[in-house]
C-alpha cells in the first residue's frame, strides 16, 4: 500500500466488495477518520447480510469500545469479541496478567484477501500521541492460500476468546491452494501461550541466512542478547547490516534503551540511523533483496514473549526490492549514528541510557 490512507481506502474497498465475510483484529482501533470508515463499512456489509467479526485487545482498542460507534456496529449485526479482558486492574494484577497483550493485525475477507503490516485501524496523525505523528507504516495486500492461514490464525483468537467454534473451512474453495503463479510465504504468529521466544528464533534464523544486505526497520528496538549476536556476527563476517529506528520514539523508557546497544553494534560495522519524518512504526526485516519478514513484530522483548503477534515471511525478489525501496525512502529522511557522535555522548547519558537497558525484560 502507498500509504496509511490508501491501506484504509483499499481495505474498505475490500469490504464493500465482500459477500460471505469480513474478519477484523486490530491492536488499537480508534474512533477517528480511519477508524470510523471501517466502522461504517462494516455496518453496510452487515446490513447486507455478510457476515462480519471485529476482535479487538481490550487495552489498546478501549476508547473504541467506550465509543458509540461499538455499539452502532452491533446494533447493525457485526459479531464482537474482546481479546484479554483487563477488568479491574487492581484484580488483574493479583490473579492474572495485564502485560499480556493481542499485538496482531489481522484482515480477512471472503477467504480471499488478506493483510499484513504494521498498521493499527487509526489515522497516521494517531491522536493519542500527535505530537510523534505522522506514524509511518508499511503494509501488504495479500491474495492466494497465505490468506488461509492468517484465517487460521484469525479463527484460533475468535475461539478462544469467544468460545465459539467457526466453521468457515468447509466455505474454502479448495482450487485456491493450487494456485502457482505467485511466491513462497508463510504466516508466523506466536505468542506467550506458544513456545516461548518463538519471534526471536524467526528473526535470529533470518538474521543468520543475510550473506549480502539486511535492512531491519523498526519501532522499538530492545533486543535479547541473542539477537545483539547475531546481527554483530552477521555484520563482522561481512553482511551488510542496517538497522532503522525512529529519532523520537513515542516511548523514552525504550528510546533510551534502544541507545545503549548502539556502540556494540557500530563497532561490530552494523550501520544505525534514526528516522526524522515522524514515528516510524514499520516493522520490516528484507534479506539479499530477496526475502522480507512483515507484520506487527518489534524488536524488542515485549514481542518475543509477551505479546501475541503475526508475520508474513516471504520470498519473492519483486516484492522485497519493492520494500526495500520503502527503507531507503526511511534512510533519505533519517541521520546517520556514529561511534564519533557516541563518544560526545556524556556519562551522566550513558549510564542512563545502560541503566534503562537493565529493564529490558519488562519494556
Known amino acids: 500500500m502507498a500509504d496509511s490512507i490508501s491501506t484504509i481506502d483499499q481495505l474498505v474497498a475490500d469490504i464493500d466488495a465482500a459477500q460471505q465475510h469480513v474478519h477484523l483484529l486490530f491492536y ?42 461499538w455499539l452502532a456496529m452491533r446494533s447493525a449485526g457485526v459479531h464482537q469479541a474482546v481479546a484479554l ?13 495485564i502485560d499480556l497483550r493481542n499485538h496482531r493485525k489481522i484482515m480477512v ?8 503490516g504494521s498498521q493499527n485501524c487509526a489515522d497516521a496523525a494517531f491522536a493519542p500521541k500527535a505530537k510523534y505523528a505522522p506514524w509511518v507504516d508499511t503494509v501488504v495486500r495479500f491474495t492466494g492460500p497465505i490468506v488461509l492461514q492468517n484465517q487460521l490464525v484469525f479463527i484460533s483468537d475468535w475461539e478462544s476468546t469467544t468460545g465459539e467454534n467457526l466453521n468457515i473451512l468447509d466455505e474454502i474453495d479448495p482450487t485456491i491452494t493450487l494456485e502457482n503463479d505467485g511466491f513462497p510465504a508463510q504466516v508466523i504468529a506466536t505468542g506467550p501461550t506458544e513456545r516461548n521466544s518463538a519471534m526471536s528464533d524467526v528473526f535470529m534464523k533470518l538474521i543468520g541466512i543475510a550473506q549480502h ?24 563476517c561481512g553482511t551488510h547490516v542496517t538497522l ?8 523514552w523508557i525504550v528510546a533510551a534503551a534502544s541507545r545503549s546497544y548502539y556502540r556494540a553494534l557500530l563497532q561490530a560495522g552494523v550501520r544505525i540511523f534514526e528516522y526524522n519524518g515522524g514515528l516510524l512504526h514499520a516493522k520490516l526485516l528484507t534479506i539479499d533483496g530477496e526475502v522480507t519478514l512483515i507484520g506487527s513484530a518489534n524488536m524488542d522483548r515485549r514481542s518475543f514473549d509477551l505479546n501475541y503477534e503475526n508475520n508474513i515471511a516471504l520470498y519473492d525478489s519483486a516484492l522485497t526490492q519493492s520494500i526495500i ?22 556519562k551522566s547519558r550513558l549510564l542512563w541510557y545502560n541503566t534503562v537497558a537493565t529493564m529490558g525484560p519488562v519494556l
Request: aromatic share 6%; hydrophobic share 45%; charged share 20%.
Open 244 to 251: 532503522i529506528v525512529p529519532r523520537r520514539n513515542d516511548s
Open 85 to 97: 479482558s483487563v477488568g479491574n486492574p487492581l484484580k488483574r494484577i493479583l490473579y492474572g496478567r
Open 109 to 116: 475477507i471472503d477467504n480471499h484477501i488478506t493483510y499484513c
Open 28 to 69: 488499537i482501533w480508534l474512533a477517528d477518520e480511519s477508524g470510523i470508515k471501517i466502522v461504517q463499512a462494516l455496518i453496510r456489509a452487515a446490513q447486507r447480510g455478510v457476515t462480519c467479526r471485529v476482535l479487538v485487545d481490550a487495552l489498546g482498542s478501549r476508547a473504541l469500545m467506550r465509543s458509540p460507534h
Open 325 to 346: 525501496a520503502r527503507q531507503n525512502e526511511y534512510l533519505a529522511a533519517s541521520d546517520e549514528v556514529t561511534l564519533e557522535l557516541i563518544d560526545q555522548w556524556s
Open 213 to 236: 544486505d539486511l535492512i531491519i526497520t523498526t519501532p522499538y528496538f530492545v533486543p535479547n542478547e541473542a539477537i545483539v549476536r547475531a546481527l554483530c556476527v552477521a555484520a563482522r
